[in-house]
């Protein structure tokens, strides 16, 4: 029987942890504590491979669990997508599949979701929104630009680290085989907060000779590359030891990559 259905996301060093009502409701991370009347679970580590495991999250032992019931469809359905798709596989996962797990019935998702897609689409939509939302959370009150690129190496880290199973989703999944359009990269310079506080900040630090003039591409890909690179090679098992093992040493690489 499955444990535990996502209510919560595990965000950045300097932020502890948010709910989805204070993310406008954007899905991260399976965590939380168990649910009356089944779930949605995640798997543990096993025989050295890393699966996505349950993140850590402070609860008080004394709170009941909640009931499945106080959660929306739509929360339940992602919840079930999410472990599904990532366990399973897109192309092995069905809308009988989602029932099941989500403990909704198959109209309830038709109703919530045109199709299979659809559900694939928001959860990317949701898990990149959350991604974001902690990166710029983590460097709220951060002008000096060799903190900002160091914070931010960090914050992708430790946001990789404590949601696996999102992490998952976001970076090793084959988006374009199963969703159409243009799918739109989680680290993308963008025209969100995060998008134009970490231009001006770029911008600023190019005029002060404080980085090198690169095309803020190139920028782009050094800051947010180092982390991505090494995220995917730890998801795969490739890397033994954990982002926070490394966060110092790989965000410092990542400012030298810029900095003039």
Request: charged residues 20%; hydrophobic residues 40%.
């Amino acid at each position: 029987m499955s444990q535990s259905l996502h209510t919560t996301i595990a965000t950045s060093p300097r932020v502890s942890v948010v709910t989805p009502s204070q993310v406008s409701g954007k899905l991260a991370a399976v965590a939380g504590s168990p649910l009356q009347g089944g779930s949605v679970s995640t798997s543990r580590r096993v025989m050295g491979r890393f699966a996505p495991p349950v993140p850590t999250v402070v609860r008080d032992s004394s709170t009941p669990p909640r009931d499945i019931r106080s959660f929306s469809s739509r929360e339940r359905i992602l919840a079930a997508a999410l472990k599904l798709f990532v366990e399973r596989g897109y192309f092995n996962t069905n809308i009988p599949d989602l029932s099941r797990e989500s403990r909704c019935s198959v109209g309830s998702i038709y109703h919530t979701f045109k199709n299979k897609e659809e559900v694939a689409t928001a959860l990317y939509h949701e898990g990149m929104s959350a991604f974001r939302s902690a990166l710029l959370e983590s460097l709220r009150g951060t002008e000096d630009v060799a903190t900002l690129v160091r914070c931010i190496v960090r914050s992708f880290l430790h946001f990789s680290e404590v949601n696996q199973q999102l992490s998952r989703y976001l970076w090793l999944c084959r988006h374009s085989e199963f969703m159409s359009g243009h799918i739109k990269h989680p680290t993308v310079l963008g025209f969100d907060e995060l998008g134009r506080l970490l231009t001006k900040a770029l911008k600023t630090a190019i005029r002060e000779k404080k980085i090198k003039e690169m095309n803020a591409h190139t920028i782009w890909s050094l800051m947010f590359g180092i982390p991505l690179a090494y995220v995917r090679d730890w998801l795969d098992g490739y890397n033994p030891l954990p982002p926070s093992a490394v966060a110092d040493e790989l965000a410092e690489a990542a400012w030298r990559a810029i900095s003039a």
